[in-house]
């Protein structure tokens, strides 16, 4: 054969026990080599028949996929199949020559191993590869190279029974936990968690009154008209527009501009007073593969720490940071007030969605409660309250944040929460997030640098 080839004898355990031939890594062994030509003898052949009805699945598995490989090598005119194209070539090949026992004195024809060694001894530079030492040792008695895979070209061993057991037993808790919710409170690594209360620099008169011209091109005056039939009595008319209601709808409006001019003017107060009711960055999720049942989600404060349940409360507490409202131009027609024409339908509840199972006060709440009825799988949640810092800057306090459902234990986190004066501009996100949305809009319209900075 060329000098670059190499033909190797392959016994019974390196179709059982190596990886396929064309994963494991020839060069180790044969360094150099262009071409490693398998070839499989009849007593290997024969070994594996017997293995393929093996009460072992792993080498009942890989003696019958062996045995399709060399009955496909066996399908073509030179019994001989490529499993590999390069690097080297590798190729696997019946085969067909016999023994010449004559030769051989010490090998006894009827033992399978001594019938490789002397199959691999009728071709010259041939190499037996084993990983028992038996034939090892004969081939070399014969004058035969042998060699010994190495580790890395094995399979990984067997597992025993006790080791198969366990491996069941973990694949059965595994079932059994995928078949529970796995619910996880996370909040933020850092502790203390540091919340800031940004001041934010005066708007200025310019700022301010372009901002106002920005909300009122939103609300603009209506131009009304007194309306009443001539037919009628200007006093009973009930279907006219008056000019009273007129009158009292642009006192209104007046009233309204100038409220929305002293929102601007004091809106950097408004910032800073807001800034003391933020909801902690954590949240409460699922995720395992069902749906938590009747969840419930509690947060809890300590220190000086109170909880709001959502930024209306804080006003009533911090004052208004929302926009003021525009009054409504009245209508021409009768108003008449009966009542409620019908009693309010009856709202049913949402299974997925949250809902207070207590509901902090306005004021000294220092815990809060969600319930959710099906929290589904893969879903997060913030924490949907607002930790009030009271008390002198910096206010210091605790957060406890803990989650339960049906068949599932509760999981708490706590964090320290630290409220701490900052220097802020106008477009930083905690405190765009503060404004309504139609007033953020407004601070899109202006050109960034003709804002206040410190």
Not at 425 to 432: F, N
């Amino acid at each position: 054969m060329p000098d670059r080839d190499v033909a190797v004898f392959a016994d019974t355990n390196s179709f059982l026990q190596m990886k396929d031939f064309k994963q494991i890594g020839w060069l180790t062994v044969f360094p150099g080599v262009e071409t490693i030509t398998v070839f499989v003898c009849n007593a290997v052949i024969a070994e594996l028949d017997k293995h393929k009805v093996s009460t072992n699945k792993r080498r009942r598995d890989r003696a019958r996929k062996a045995l399709r490989l060399i009955e496909e090598a066996a399908a073509t005119t030179e019994m001989r199949l490529t499993v590999r194209e390069k690097a080297p070539k590798v190729d696997i090949v019946i085969w067909r020559g016999r023994p010449v026992w004559t030769d051989l004195p010490d090998l006894d024809s009827t033992n399978p191993d001594d019938y490789l060694v002397a199959a691999a001894a009728t071709l010259p530079g041939s190499v037996v590869l084993s990983h028992d030492t038996g034939p090892r040792i004969r081939a070399r008695i014969a004058g035969v190279q042998a060699e010994c895979p190495p580790e890395d070209w094995l399979l990984p061993a067997e597992q025993t029974d006790d080791q198969r057991k366990i491996g069941q037993l973990t694949r059965e808790l595994q079932e059994a936990q995928n078949a529970r919710p796995r619910l996880r409170v996370q909040l933020p690594q850092s502790d203390p968690m540091v919340l800031s209360v940004a001041s934010v620099p005066a708007l200025g008169t310019r700022i301010s009154n372009r901002l106002k011209e920005l909300i009122l091109e939103q609300f603009p005056k209506q131009h009304l008209v007194a309306q009443h039939n001539d037919r009628i009595s200007i006093f009973t008319d009930p279907y006219g527009l008056g000019q009273s209601q007129i009158d009292a709808y642009e006192d209104k409006y007046d009233s309204f501009v100038l409220a929305v001019e002293a929102y601007f003017v004091s809106l950097h107060e408004r910032v800073a007073r807001h800034c003391l009711a933020q909801m902690p960055p954590g949240i409460v999720a699922n995720t395992g593969n069902v749906s938590a049942k009747n969840l419930t989600l509690t947060i809890e404060a300590d220190g000086n720490i109170e909880l709001l349940a959502d930024r209306d409360d804080a006003e009533s507490v911090l004052g208004r940071i929302s926009l003021p409202k525009p009054p409504k131009p009245p209508r021409a027609g009768p108003t008449f007030d009966h009542g409620p024409l019908m009693s309010r339908p009856h709202l049913s509840r949402t299974p997925t969605s949250f809902y207070w199972l207590k509901r902090p006060a306005i004021v000294g709440a220092q815990s809060a409660g969600f319930e959710c009825a099906d929290f589904r799988p893969g879903r997060e949640e913030d924490l949907g309250v607002l930790a009030h810092a009271v008390g002198e800057l910096p206010s210091a306090g605790r957060i406890i944040v803990s989650a339960s459902a049906e068949h599932h234990e509760t999981v708490s986190e706590d964090r320290a929460i630290i409220f701490e004066s900052t220097f802020a501009l106008w477009l930083d996100p905690l405190v765009q997030g503060l404004l309504p949305e139609i007033v953020q809009d407004a601070f899109d319209g202006l050109p960034r640098e003709d804002l206040p900075v410190w």
